[in-house]
């Protein structure tokens, strides 16, 4: 229930502070901006009154269990027992700030506790009576069908999102197609070569000790050459020196001793030359295995180089292609388990939406009679009222696909809130042929259609407090009277809290408040500004009989007044 409204600097407001109270409270004179604007409407710096630096406007409104359930949803701080504060300022730069409970929310927030607040209706109200996701709405909360509905969204946006997901996960696998054939491509490449830690190392000290094999199997057989070649050897020369020594010593025995030392120096020169020449024989070169390791050598300092000069620097990318490649498998195999979940679902959705959409159909009779009673009601008597519905119509991909496999395939479009849209159709008069209600409704038609959806669904709204600005539009006399008299049956439906505030224009209405606040216009020191007087039986007496005679208090007025408000 709303408590109080205080409003400064905004439009022709300087300063007011209404007090509310339960039952019928109806506001006569001038309009007021503040309700809509607490609740989130689009403020607009032109709204501040001429010569301020910003304009605020503050609700207070009793705090209920739906409420606090929503606060502690939305992490927003309250107390059980205390009153709630909803505040809305308008800077001269164009912004605006929301505070609820002294805390600063995004304006949106204020919109998403609106309808726990109160429930804002206005002579061409678009958000409830002309759009046509709001009738569907509307006929769910007259059915108590919220819990199905709700079902059927939570399935639906849990479909949507999995659906999202396969889409972003088809995109992300067919776009890195290439990426993963390149990867798998270098990855091949290191792990056919296959390196190992400390490898490098190894295969260069071998290749070494293998090329010092050869190189000692060179000079052996160099000084083999040296000892025992054809020509010009120490051993030819030797044989050379001692046949000359050999005919020096048959002449002289003295040197019989130079004989025998040159003959035991060829004795030593030949074993020499066999010992260098079976070195050289036993120490073989292995040239494939040189060729091996060169081999080897080339593929990992190839690979090296390529993949940041290092082992370490090679393994590293290693891991990381390791890792993308797994990344990407683990899509596709997510992939392919997404898909038959997003069956799965598909068929859970269609069994919540069918059962919901027959019941509305069951529904839809039922609001139709009660809407044509209550139109009776209101001095439409021949009025018509029914609700059409039509196959849920995707729009931008909004809608979900299902294939009924009991109905040869038959495919369904499920939207967000089941399988059809619905409208509100309806005649004015007798011969007229019904039409959707935005292309057929007066002002005063509008009004009074507006007053009985709300008669009728105010026991199942979770709101207590109905706002109606100017409901009584465009009707007077014994419509006006019966308008007054739904207005009343809400209050009586309604819980012990049930309000109502009505900012009207008739005295029917005026004279069946519980309170009657006066909003007038006045220039004071050549400025205009409103004021708000909660008025007293004398002073409603007045404002009625003006409202009667259109501004002259005349005595008969004045007694139709009286006799209204005893009414």
């Not at 296959?194 to 160099?222: C, S, T, V, Y």
């Amino acid at each position: 229930m709303l408590l109080e409204l205080k409003v400064q600097n905004l439009a022709i407001i300087e300063s007011i502070e209404i007090r509310f109270a339960p039952g019928l409270n109806v506001l006569t004179g001038e309009t007021l901006a503040a309700l809509d604007l607490l609740l989130g409407g689009r403020s607009d710096k032109d709204l501040i009154r001429t010569g301020k630096e910003e304009a605020w406007a503050e609700a207070i409104f009793e705090m209920d269990e739906a409420l606090s359930q929503l606060l502690k949803k939305l992490d927003l701080p309250f107390e059980p027992q205390e009153p709630l504060s909803i505040r809305r300022v308008i800077q001269n730069n164009g912004r605006s700030r929301s505070y609820i409970n002294c805390v600063t929310v995004p304006a949106h927030v204020l919109k998403q506790i609106a309808p726990y607040l109160l429930d804002f209706g206005r002579q061409h109200e678009q958000s409830i009576l002309l759009s046509a996701e709001k009738h569907l709405e509307l006929l769910d909360r007259y059915g108590m069908l919220t819990k199905q509905r709700n079902e059927v969204q939570e399935a639906y946006e849990k479909i949507k999102k999995l659906a999202q997901e396969y889409e972003d996960l088809r995109s992300q696998v067919s776009y890195r197609a290439d990426r993963n054939a390149f990867l798998q491509f270098q990855l091949h490449g290191i792990l056919k070569v296959d390196p190992q830690e400390g490898e490098e190392e190894e295969l260069n000290a071998e290749l070494k000790r293998l090329i010092g094999i050869e190189e000692r199997r060179k000079l052996a057989q160099q000084a083999a050459r040296i000892l025992d070649a054809q020509e010009d050897s120490i051993k030819e020369n030797l044989n050379h020196a001692i046949t000359l020594v050999k005919k020096l010593a048959s002449g002289d025995p003295a040197l019989n001793h130079v004989l025998e030392d040159l003959e035991n120096s060829l004795i030593s020169i030949e074993e020499a030359g066999s010992s260098l020449q079976t070195y050289r024989q036993n120490m073989r070169l292995d040239s494939e295995k040189i060729k091996e390791i060169q081999t080897r050598l080339d593929e990992i300092i190839t690979l090296q180089h390529r993949y940041g000069g290092s082992f370490e620097s090679m393994m590293a990318r290693r891991k990381e292609m390791e890792k993308e490649l797994k990344v990407l498998e683990e899509k596709e195999k997510k992939l392919q388990k997404i898909g038959p979940y997003i069956e799965q679902g598909k068929s859970q959705l269609y069994k919540l939406a069918l059962p919901l959409s027959q019941k509305r159909k069951e529904i839809a009779k039922s609001l139709s009679m009660q809407i044509c009673q209550e139109l009776a009601d209101l001095a439409m008597e021949q009025a018509k009222f029914e609700t059409r519905f039509s196959d849920f119509a995707s729009q931008e991909n909004a809608g979900i696909v299902y294939s009924d496999p009991e109905k040869q395939g038959q495919s369904f479009t499920i939207g967000p809130y089941g399988l059809e849209q619905a409208s509100f159709w309806m005649s004015a008069n007798v011969g007229e042929e019904l039409r959707p209600l935005q292309n057929v409704a007066s002002g005063g038609e509008l009004s009074r259609i507006l007053l009985a959806l709300k008669h009728v669904l105010s026991k199942v709204l979770s709101v207590q407090t109905f706002v109606f600005d100017e409901i009584d539009s465009g009707v007077s006399g014994t419509a006006a009277a019966l308008i007054a008299q739904k207005l009343r049956d809400i209050i009586q439906k309604g819980q012990n809290s049930a309000q109502i505030i009505s900012i009207s224009h008739t005295p029917q209405i005026a004279a069946t408040a519980d309170c009657h606040f006066y909003v007038e216009k006045k220039t004071k020191e050549n400025r205009t500004m409103t004021e708000v007087r909660l008025l007293d039986y004398e002073q409603r007496i007045q404002e009625i009989a003006r409202m009667l005679s259109g501004g002259h208090s005349q005595e008969a007025a004045l007694e139709l007044a009286r006799q209204m408000v005893k009414k």
